[in-house]
């Protein structure tokens, strides 16, 4: 018997067992909600307790809980929550019948420290309060925090939310976070779902596994929860941990309920002006002040049946700004100078980001045993981002040191004498993208057995189009101006200070559009991406009591993915015939390089050109005939067309089947939980990639081709050689188990101590199974994907102290440690060394080089520590009592240079009460940590403030606002050479994305 049919028979057995242990056993059952009237909603995680006999439930979503095999008779429930008084109540079971008690969370133990409006609740307190009796009813090592607790931000990205989550690492692109790693691990090593199912989340940019957070909404979330171990019940591609975002139950709230938000946000640097103003629009501009709102439904009937809708839509503006500084650091014999500056690139990148976002969700008990369930959630994002590139290249070489001069500060001040030149690149990105996700699910239970099934089909497609959307043309490409120079000085002293000044000594002025190229240009942008995935999942529990309580529970579960990715935009590459110059398409929008300060003097004494791309895109529209497209029979279109439709198009599918068993014993009277599990995966990988003919094929058929590529230099080579015969499947299977063990503790009645241990895999990015073999003769390179990549595998360990104060607080300790075996990376092999399932390419290439992504020997540890501390702080002072304090210490490092992880960082927030007023910040610092493999490159310590609070009016309305980066901190990034341990460490980059101010009122009824 193969060990992957243990948890299908086991599931089997689960089935059959309910019937014979309900016709064996007369017991009764009590079941109820729990329910919070200071916040109107039903808690889950509450813990009853039966004091005659220790058995204890944990309440769920809606506050349902349910007690089973209790002897006929009085017996006694004590209810506990975070925060709160226990309750104790006396109920008569009756055997064979189940008996209904609803429980109310009494006045809090605070009550007499924080004397609050009726009707005013603090909701960092609630938040915590809920979280911790997440934390405490985990048997992973999690990290569970409330959407409430960092204030009241429900439209900010979710990566900015998890900022504030221990141990947590945050990934920007140009200021906006994108996504979340840890553990030292990048972000496709940590696996993101929504409500433990995985979304599918399409980016027409990328061609990574990382769940991007650019399209998916907080307003619709109840909590987040981020587990650096795993259990046997949870899929095993994330080696970092989890992220799992768990969604709002109808059941929450009582009867009807209504909310509606309206927010109006603004960016630094925008200007306080309810007028459109330029940015990212060329012409007329836009609104700077957006508004948005939130608004959210929910009707439940007693136990019934209960219905949540939340539509929320942010529309936000934003401005980022990036300087990167490039320096020559290799001194010479002619030039012993250790640094010498090569180029300044400087990109101005206004956006408008629109997030709409809305889910519905509907649940009906049936009976008292069925639920069943229907989830409907949809995402829309629209990103329009105009990017500007200035680039001042000093023309430096080595061999000519005198073509730039400049002292010992010449890094600060410096002026060109030789061939310097100033380019200019131009793009307008306006990017969609979709989601859409619909889960029906069941759930089944009859006394101490339960059974729960779904299917989740979740399609995201993500697509760019600049001329349709917005006007404008996507890509100028690059325009130079040459001979032109400059001097640059720093007018601050700092090594880290921005604040250059540019001025145009001689040369073309280049205030003028005259003076620069006329490349050939990409009129619209071709990018597309797609994702579908199709799940189903059963999983089955039950309770025995023979020799002490184990719950047992097994589940089966298929899930099969689909991805797409093309770069259609190359075969619309065009060349502008009717004009001499861009002079006439100067836009009115001037350059400018927000927080960093810094000034440009040109000869004229003019604005920096920059090109008007939506006048030029009307422009292309009106005399489509001055624009000539490369001819389908030139060398240029075909290798356009070459690159669109076969090298950058991917085509990649893949299914997983799982299996798992896992057994959770109680024992010491319930205070020692033990959990084992072992998970099966079997997964099996499809790739469609072209079958080319070969030289001697093309050369047979009378199609010329370039003997260093060996690829054909016309269209019609091109179909042959790639489209004339169909397209092959390359396939792949492996399978893995996955053991794992968690142990948890209870100590005392408030200090628990967690134990835990996974295994798990990070599966290759479908770019390193994907794409097209390319070939050098001249170099004697071939260059090719690798669909036999072995996965990388992963192992964690953590210990976890976690210590629970008698109000809403705790204080935890967690240390972590996770292994990486078989990490990916890019390699140069010989024929004799390539997996033997490619051996047909070394014969076809004897004595080349192969470049291919391959699995490294050796083992990587990453280790860190967690110190956490949330509390209400009345219990220390009564100067105190209207403080909410929240600080978190992280500790990282690995055995080797690693890009994420941060040796320090800190992360705290504080919250004052007081009636219908509160006002909160959240502190982040973060220590030095390299960005690139030799740690030459490191980014610098940065500190950022958020600041927020609120005034309640009544029970109805209420104002709040949030600011983000107070003070408009940058991203900088230095340099370090040990081989000039005297010359200081010099500015690499610098990246601003300026302080955005939110206003919401709200309304509740």
């Not at 000039?980 to 994305?993: K, N, T």
Request: charged content about 20%.
């Amino acid at each position: 018997m193969k060990l992957a049919k243990l948890p299908i028979l086991l599931l089997t057995a689960l089935l059959a067992l309910p019937s014979a242990h309900a016709q064996t056993v007369r017991t009764g059952s009590v079941t109820g909600r729990v329910y919070n009237p200071s916040t109107e909603e039903y808690v889950s995680n509450a813990r009853i307790r039966v004091a005659q006999t220790g058995e204890t439930a944990v309440s769920e979503m809606g506050g349902f809980y349910h007690i089973s095999n209790l002897t006929p008779g009085e017996v006694t429930l004590e209810l506990s929550y975070a925060g709160y008084s226990n309750v104790a109540a006396t109920v008569a079971v009756a055997a064979g019948a189940t008996t209904t008690k609803d429980f109310e969370l009494p006045a809090s133990r605070d009550d007499d420290v924080v004397q609050l409006e009726r009707f005013t609740v603090s909701a960092e307190r609630e938040g915590q309060a809920k979280a911790i009796m997440d934390q405490r009813a985990s048997m992973n090592l999690t990290q569970v925090v409330s959407s409430d607790v960092f204030g009241n931000d429900p439209e900010g990205n979710i990566g900015e939310f998890l900022r504030n989550v221990p141990g947590v690492f945050i990934n920007t692109e140009l200021g906006e976070v994108t996504s979340v790693s840890f553990g030292g691990l990048s972000a496709e090593y940590v696996n993101v779902t929504v409500d433990g199912l995985a979304l599918a989340t399409a980016d027409a940019e990328t061609t990574n596994r990382a769940t991007s957070f650019s399209a998916i909404s907080l307003s619709s979330m109840d909590s987040l929860e981020v587990s650096r171990t795993i259990s046997a019940d949870v899929d095993a591609n994330a080696p970092a941990g989890t992220v799992n975002m768990r969604s709002k139950s109808a059941f929450t709230r009582r009867g009807t309920n209504l909310m509606a938000q309206a927010t109006l946000t603004m960016a630094s640097g925008a200007g306080a002006t309810f007028q459109k103003t330029y940015g990212p629009d060329d012409n007329g501009g836009v609104f700077k002040i957006r508004p948005g709102f939130i608004v959210e439904f929910s009707h439940a009937v007693r136990n019934k049946y209960g219905i949540i809708i939340n539509v929320s839509d942010s529309d936000i503006y934003s401005e980022q700004h990036r300087l990167i500084y490039n320096v020559d650091y290799n001194p010479t014999p002619a030039d012993p100078r250790p640094y010498v500056p090569t180029s300044m690139a400087l990109l101005q990148s206004p956006r408008t980001n629109r997030r709409f976002a809305t889910t519905i969700r509907g649940d009906w008990r049936v009976t008292p045993r069925l639920a069943v369930g229907l989830g409907l959630i949809y995402n829309y994002s629209r990103l329009w981002n105009l990017r500007r590139t200035v680039t001042f290249d000093t023309g430096y070489t080595r061999a000519n040191p005198g073509s730039v001069l400049g002292g010992d500060d010449i890094l600060s001040r410096f002026e060109t004498t030789g061939a310097s030149r100033v380019t200019a690149n131009f793009r307008t990105i306006s990017r969609m993208t979709q989601t859409v996700t619909l889960t029906p699910r069941f759930e089944y239970r009859i006394g101490d057995f339960s059974i729960e099934g779904l299917v989740s089909h979740s399609d995201s497609m993500s697509w760019l189009a600049s001329m349709g959307r917005t006007g404008g043309i996507y890509n100028l490409n690059t325009l130079t101006t040459s001979n032109v120079r400059y001097r640059v000085e720093r007018l601050s002293n700092r090594a880290d200070a921005t604040d250059f000044k540019f001025t145009q000594t001689s040369g073309p002025d280049i205030a003028s559009g005259t003076v620069f190229s006329k490349p050939s240009l990409f009129p619209d942008d071709g990018r597309d991406s797609t994702q579908s995935f199709l799940t189903t999942q059963i999983n089955a529990s039950l309770l025995t009591r023979w020799l002490f309580p184990i719950q047992w529970k097994a589940g089966l579960k298929r899930r099969d993915e689909k991805r797409t990715f093309d770069q259609d935009y190359y075969t619309g590459r065009a060349t502008w015939n009717g004009g001499a110059n861009w002079g006439n398409f100067k836009s009115a929008y001037r350059f400018d390089m927000g927080g960093h300060n810094m000034q440009f003097e040109t000869l004229s004494g003019g604005t920096l050109f920059m090109a008007n791309l939506q006048a030029i895109g009307a422009y292309y529209r009106e005399h489509p005939e001055e624009f000539v497209t490369y001819a389908p029979d030139s060398t240029t279109y075909a290798s356009d067309y070459y690159n669109a439709k076969v090298r950058d198009h991917r085509d990649f599918s893949e299914c997983i089947d799982a299996a798992y068993l896992m057994a959770t014993g109680m024992l010491l009277d319930k205070r020692l939980h033990v959990r084992a599990g072992l998970r099966h995966e079997k997964t099996m990988t499809d790739v469609l990639e072209p079958d080319p003919r070969t030289e001697a094929e093309l050369a047979a058929a009378g199609h010329p081709f370039d003997p260093t590529t060996g690829r054909a230099t016309y269209l019609d080579g091109i179909n042959y050689q790639f489209f004339s015969r169909p397209w092959r499947h390359r396939k792949n299977a492996y399978d893995n188990f996955f053991p794992s063990a968690s142990l948890k503790y209870d100590i005392t009645t408030n200090l628990d101590i967690k134990l835990g241990m996974s295994t798990t895999i990070r599966r290759p990015t479908y770019s390193d199974l994907t794409g097209v073999t390319t070939v050098n003769h001249a170099e004697g390179v071939v260059s090719l994907p690798n669909i036999y990549l072995q996965v990388e595998n992963g192992r964690s360990y953590g210990a976890q102290l976690n210590y629970y104060f008698k109000g809403v607080g705790n204080l935890s300790v967690g240390a972590y440690q996770n292994d990486l075996k078989n990490k990916i990376e890019q390699s140069s092999v010989w024929g004799d060394e390539l997996p033997g399932e490619l051996a047909d390419m070394a014969e076809q290439y004897p004595g080349y080089e192969f470049n291919i992504r391959r699995n490294r020997p050796g083992e990587t540890r990453m280790r860190s520590l967690e110190v956490g501390w949330r509390q209400h702080l009345g219990f220390i002072a009564p100067a105190l009592k209207r403080l909410v304090l929240r600080a978190n210490y992280t500790r990282a490092y690995a055995n080797y240079i690693s890009t994420r992880v941060v040796p320090h960082a800190v992360n705290a927030g504080l919250t004052f009460t007081y009636r219908k007023f509160n006002i909160y910040t959240n502190y982040n610092w973060t220590d030095e940590f390299p960005i690139s493999d030799t740690g030459i490159t490191y980014s610098r310590h940065r500190t950022q403030v958020d600041l927020g609070g609120g005034y309640k009016f009544n029970r109805t309305y209420s104002l709040s606002f949030h600011i983000r980066n107070l003070f408009d901190e940058p991203y900088t990034y230095m340099r370090n050479f040990p081989q000039f341990p005297d010359a200081g460490s010099p500015l690499y980059q610098s990246v601003r994305g300026g302080t955005s101010f939110r206003v919401s009122i709200r309304g509740e009824w």
